[in-house]
Nanobody
């Protein structure tokens, strides 16, 4: 199963973007999903996660209050709404899924990944 992320682009500081992530195959509704990001020369970092069925969410401190993760199980799609973007949010954003209900913040806990979508925030 591959995850296809989309919605990235170039935006000015203070702007908004909405990322989407849909699997090429079937991802069960009880799979936890997450967004990570990786900037050049930096390690991959957790951005936000959502539990299976969407009951619980978690955010990195750096995005708390600005980003919102959600999922539409009917469409088998997850989203990341990003508001008040900052230049330091610039990175390749990757969506991930794991075959368990509970979300984790470490990349190795996720077995399904997509190629990512680039987000660039200009100052």
């Amino acid at each position: 199963v591959q995850l296809q992320a989309s919605g990235g682009g170039l935006v000015q500081a203070g702007g908004s973007l909405r990322l989407s992530c849909a699997p090429s195959g079937r991802i069960f509704h009880n799979y936890a999903m997450a967004w990570f990001r990786q900037a050049p020369g930096k390690e991959r970092e957790f951005v936000a996660g959502i539990s299976g069925l969407g009951g619980l969410t978690s955010y990195a401190d750096s995005v708390k209050g600005r980003f919102t993760i959600s999922r539409d199980n009917a469409k088998n799609t997850q989203y990341l709404q990003m508001n008040s973007l900052k230049p330091e949010d610039t990175a390749l954003y990757l969506c991930a899924a794991r075959s368990a209900w509970d979300m984790k913040s470490r990349a190795y806990e996720y077995g399904y990944w997509g190629q990512g979508t680039q987000v660039t925030v200009s100052s």
